[in-house]
Each structure stands twice: as C-alpha cells, then as structure tokens.
C-alpha cells in the first residue's frame, strides 16, 4: 500500500508499518543493486586485464 | 557423470544413489502437492478445521517450522554481527536450513489462505492494527534475506563460479553480508515476536491472555526467545542427522559446541522467564478472568495437563542443563538428547499455544473439542519435509555447504576413469567417519 491509494491514512499505524516494510525493501533492494553492479564493474575489469 | 559438478576435495555417492534416494522421497513430495492441489482446487472442505479450530495442522506446523527455523537468524546474529568466528563452519547450514522452513511457512500459508491468488491482498490492503500483517511483512522480507544469504553458496558451484560476473557477485555479497544478517535479525525478532503477540493479546482466550508492556504481551518476547534458544538446536539437531546419513563428520566440534553452549544459556533463561510467566498467569491473570488452572487442562489425551510439564521440565529444563555443562555438550549421547527435547519443546509449545487456544471452552454451553487433520492436511504438512531433504540432498551434493568437509575427511586424489569405475562397496568404505 502506497500513500496515494485510497486506504491509506496519515496516522501512526500506517507509518510504522508500511514505513518498516519500506524500510526493510530499500536496505534490501539498495544492497543487492550495489552487489550486482559491483560484480559487472569487477567483471568487465578482469575481462579487460585478460584481454590486455 | 555429474563430477564436474560436485565441490573439490570432497567425494559423494554414486549419481543413481542419489537419483534413487531423491526419487524415493520426491514420491511423498508429489503426494503433498496432490493434496495441495486439492486444497487449491477444491477448497478448504478438504481439511477438518471447523468453527472451533480455525487455527489447525498448518499453523501449528507454520508456527514450529519458522521457530526451528530461528537457528538462521540467531546464527547469523553470532557469526556476523557479534564476531564469533567458530560459526563460520555450520552458518551456511544453517541458513540453508532457514531457507527451507521459511520457504516451507510460506508455502504451508499460501494453501492455508484458500484462495493464494488473494495473497498480495495482506501487502496492498494491510490491516495495520494486525499483528498478523506484521508477521506477513517480515516473513516475506526474512524470506527475502534467507535468500540472498543462500545465493552466495549456490554461486560457490564449481562451474558457476567459473563465470567472473557470479564469482565476483558471491564475493561482493559476502562482503556486505553483515547488513543483510543485522537486517534478518531485525525481522525475526517481530515476526516471531508478534506470532506470539497473536496468542497473547487474544483476550477472549484466557488461555493464551497475557498482559505486557506497551503494545506487545509477554508471549511476543517469549516466542522471540524460545525461537532463539531452540532454533540453534534444530540446526545442531539436522547436522548431527546428516552426518549419520552420510557417514563423515562435516562440522569441527567448536563450532557445535559454541552453539550448543549458547543455545543452552538462552534455554535455561527462557525456561526461568517461562515458568515465571505461566506462574503469573494462573495465580494473577487467569482468576481475575474467573477461571482456575485446571479449567485449561482436560483428560483427554492432547490437552492434559501433563504437557505443561513435559514442556517446561522435560523439554526445557532437562536439555538447557545438559547444553551449559561441559560434559553434556561434549557427549555425543547426552548432546543428541538435548538437541531433541529442546526441539520438540517448541514444537510442543507451538501446539499449546495454537490448538490448545482453540480447545478450551470459554463459554459455559462450549466443550472440549478435539481435532483430527484429513490426510490432506497431513500430506500438506509432510511436503515441506520431504521438498526440504531433497534441497538439502542437492545442496549437499553439488555446493560447498560444509567448509570443514574436504580437511575432516580427506581423500585420494583419484582421476576421471577411477571414479567412473568405482564400486559402491568402496566408495561406502570411504564414507566411514574421518578421524577428527
């Protein structure tokens, strides 16, 4: 559930909940992307050493 | 045939012995997906629950699956962000371990709500004032963090590792792995927390009642602990069990004994803390809701009042003392022992707490209930145990799950032709325990 959905309410409740799951997602989400894009970084720099 | 496969150093069956056991228990497998499949199709009249046991077989099995499964989370608290090295030897087991109970609880909740295509309903339409939609939340998201802990291991195959793109990807994920477990041990600490908050805050069941502090009843802590104390010993437990299938020693005896000796404390504190709490609750919390402690207790034979001494005594005590003394982590029998009661303890306690809940009549026209599953439900609840030995078998099989393996059980250096040629006569004699 977003803010802009028709059940949501400003109050304390859909804060805290929705806000952890956000919260949790974004950890998640954020740390994966910096894996999987460091991985490519890394890989495309061996590829270049062995072709070199 | 399947050599190239398998992790270096180490030897394994045979690829028809595998074949021949995975098939054999993917057959229960395939009997648990065809009840599952009626439940799917047909609908929920294939189970017995009733007006008296909406809570039934599966949330039971749920409730002890996701404690047992605790051993993921606590180990991975130890191992990466309390620094105990010694760990580093069984966490990928179990994380694996975790990944298949939360799997499993998943899997058990998707046939117990009925309608599975309705499942996104509890993330889009969340009741927030449920502490259910908080146990959905962090159980989806744990399930999220199981997986990326066991990506790394699948990635450490020998021929996927072969490909710079993964290989630098297990490594990166490693390197960051410290916030994934902190993150992991955050959701669990609610989502099994509030799986008792569910029991506790049920004040029209002065059975499962408890009073607690701001908005979580004493039952959301205990059930955090108990999982913590517990889940390890499922760990322990499941190690100690593939070490006699496969006949080799996998885990150096540090590391159980580090987790055991852990284990032992919580056990022993969360025993202490129970005990208080069920004192509490039939001298206080009971009578001012006009009932007495037998009125809980029946004499049939799954609601007597023997089970809350089998699993605070037998199952609690007995097996916290065995696991903080040194002599009785250190001795393979008595360990076994207490690895076994302290699992069943939980369990026992789930039970308790779910359809005990549900039995004890609190209206003065109700009765005792009792509860008997369909073969559905019971085929259901036995598809996560077998779906689970099969991805510990292929686990075990094809990624190096057990770092200490290839140095516990050293082997010839054979070549292709001699392994293709060996007989299973042989390869069982190298599969005797190594010497550690």
């Known amino acids: 559930m977003f803010p802009?959905?028709?059940?949501?309410?400003?109050?304390?409740?859909?804060?805290?909940?929705?806000?952890?799951?956000?919260?949790?997602?974004?950890?998640?989400?954020?740390?994966?992307?910096?894996?999987?894009?460091?991985?490519?970084?890394?890989?495309s720099k061996e590829n270049g050493e062995h072709h070199h | 045939m399947d050599s190239a496969l398998i992790p270096k150093g180490v030897k394994r069956c045979p690829l028809w012995q595998f074949l021949l056991f995975t098939g054999a228990v993917g057959i229960v497998l395939l009997w648990g997906v065809y009840a599952m499949l009626l439940?799917?199709?047909?609908?929920?009249?294939?189970?017995?629950?009733?007006?008296?046991?909406?809570?039934?077989?599966?949330?039971?099995?749920?409730?002890?699956?996701?404690?047992?499964?605790?051993?993921?989370?606590?180990?991975?608290?130890?191992?990466?962000?309390?620094?105990?090295?010694?760990?580093?030897?069984?966490?990928?087991?179990?994380?694996?371990?975790?990944?298949?109970?939360?799997?499993?609880?998943?899997?058990?909740?998707?046939?117990?709500?009925?309608?599975?295509?309705?499942?996104?309903?509890?993330?889009?339409?969340?009741?927030?004032?449920?502490?259910?939609?908080?146990?959905?939340?962090?159980?989806?998201?744990?399930?999220?963090?199981?997986?990326?802990?066991?990506?790394?291991?699948?990635?450490?195959?020998?021929?996927?590792?072969?490909?710079?793109?993964?290989?630098?990807?297990?490594?990166?994920?490693?390197?960051?792995?410290?916030?994934?477990?902190?993150?992991?041990?955050?959701?669990?600490?609610?989502?099994?927390?509030?799986?008792?908050?569910?029991?506790?805050?049920?004040?029209?069941?002065?059975f499962a009642f408890r009073e607690g502090i701001f908005i979580w009843p004493w039952t959301f802590f205990l059930y955090t602990w108990s999982a913590a104390a517990c889940g390890p010993c499922f760990t322990i437990l499941v190690t100690k069990i593939t070490e006699k299938v496969v006949r080799k020693k996998l885990v150096k005896d540090n590391a159980i004994e580090l987790l055991a000796k852990i284990s032992g404390w919580m056990l022993l504190t969360y025993t202490m803390a129970k005990t208080y709490d069920t004192w509490y609750?039939?001298?206080?919390?009971?009578?001012?809701?006009?009932?007495?402690?037998?009125?809980?207790?029946?004499?049939n034979p799954l609601y007597g009042i023997w089970m809350l001494v089998v699993e605070i005594g037998i199952c609690g005590l007995i097996p916290a003392v065995i696991l903080i003394t040194d002599k009785g982590r250190k001795n393979s029998m008595t360990l076994w022992i207490a690895v076994i009661l302290a699992v069943i303890?939980?369990?026992?306690?789930?039970?308790?707490?779910?359809?005990?809940?549900?039995?004890?009549?609190?209206?003065?026209?109700?009765?005792?209930?009792?509860?008997?599953?369909?073969?559905?439900?019971?085929?259901?609840?036995?598809?996560?145990l077998a779906y689970g030995i099969i991805l510990i078998a292929i686990s075990y099989r094809y990624l190096p799950v057990f770092p200490n393996e290839p140095e516990l059980n050293p082997i010839e250096p054979l070549n292709e032709e001699e392994t293709a040629v060996e007989s299973p006569v042989e390869l069982e004699q190298e599969l005797k325990p190594a010497e550690a």
């Open chain 2, 281 to 299: 609750w039939f001298t206080v919390t009971a009578p001012s809701k006009g009932f007495a402690l037998m009125d809980f207790y029946s004499n």
């Open chain 2, 345 to 384: 303890g939980v369990c026992l306690n789930r039970w308790v707490m779910v359809l005990q809940v549900m039995a004890v009549p609190v209206m003065t026209f109700d009765q005792w209930v009792l509860y008997i599953p369909s073969w559905q439900e019971v085929a259901t609840t036995i598809l996560p």
């Open chain 2, 39 to 206: 439940c799917w199709f047909k609908g929920l009249n294939q189970t017995n629950m009733n007006d008296y046991y909406g809570f039934a077989l599966w949330i039971w099995a749920d409730l002890a699956v996701i404690a047992v499964g605790g051993g993921a989370f606590f180990t991975g608290l130890l191992r990466y962000i309390f620094g105990k090295d010694a760990l580093k030897n069984i966490i990928n087991y179990a994380v694996l371990i975790g990944f298949i109970c939360y799997s499993s609880a998943l899997l058990i909740l998707a046939i117990d709500i009925g309608q599975p295509l309705r499942g996104w309903f509890i993330f889009w339409h969340a009741n927030v004032h449920s502490m259910l939609t908080e146990v959905a939340f962090c159980l989806s998201c744990y399930f999220g963090v199981l997986t990326i802990e066991y990506i790394p291991l699948i990635l450490e195959n020998r021929q996927i590792d072969k490909v710079p793109f993964f290989h630098h990807l297990g490594h990166n994920m490693h390197e960051i792995m410290a916030v994934f477990a902190a993150t992991g041990a955050f959701l669990s600490f609610f989502h099994q927390g509030s799986l008792g908050g569910v029991a506790g805050v049920l004040y029209g069941r002065p």
């Open chain 1, 4 to 43: 802009f959905n028709f059940e949501w309410i400003w109050d304390m409740g859909h804060a805290v909940f929705m806000g952890g799951l956000w919260y949790a997602l974004t950890i998640l989400g954020i740390g994966m992307t910096y894996c999987i894009i460091k991985a490519a970084i890394d890989a």
